[in-house]
């Protein structure tokens, strides 16, 4: 197979993204060869039972036929990322793709916001996350752990979010498309 099959296959197996506008250049060259060699990849991850999807920006697996326990744990991951996009959002509405923030800035408009400060409450309540700083801290690993946000000035943390983003928004806008589509009774 073609030379970065093994390095794609290890970080979307994981669940990560690869995004077109990634600060790290190894990422942004697995994208390119990926968004060139689309139909290659593709064929050959199907062969394994992968599904290699693009979207706008990004590329992920999925699973070729999944049972139903696979779905329900998707479905709990997905409500999740939902409770952090709504607490995003209400940080900043402009809260997507391409945005860059620092961390110290976040941690002190959960102490100003009352609203946000609840919800930042309620994301890791479960997992003993207290402080603002422990949520923050925790909120951010698994941003960058999922490939949606990355550390681009270390000394002050500032965070870039990159177009893998997009996924989580994409399917909140598909949420609420179903819904408004519904007719009321």
Known sequence: MRNNTQRIYERLIRGEFLSVDS????????????????????????????????GNGFFYFS???????????K??????????????????QAFSAGYQFRKGHLIEQISLDIELKEK?????????????????NKLLQEMQNMGFAECVNIQDETFKITSAFRYAEELVNMIQIANEDEIPE
């Open 23 to 54: 600060a790290d250049n190894s990422i942004r060259h697995l994208y390119d060869d990926l968004e060139e060699n689309f139909e290659d990849y593709a064929d050959y991850f199907k062969e394994i039972g992968l599904q290699l999807e693009q």
């Open 63 to 73: 699973r070729i036929g999944e049972g139903k326990q696979a779905i329900e744990q």
């Open 120 to 136: 930042a409450n309620h994301l890791f309540k479960k997992y003993g996350a207290g402080s603002n700083q422990e949520i923050v």
């Open 75 to 92: 479905l709990e991951s997905f409500s999740k990322w939902l409770d952090y996009l709504d607490f995003l959002k209400c940080y900043n």
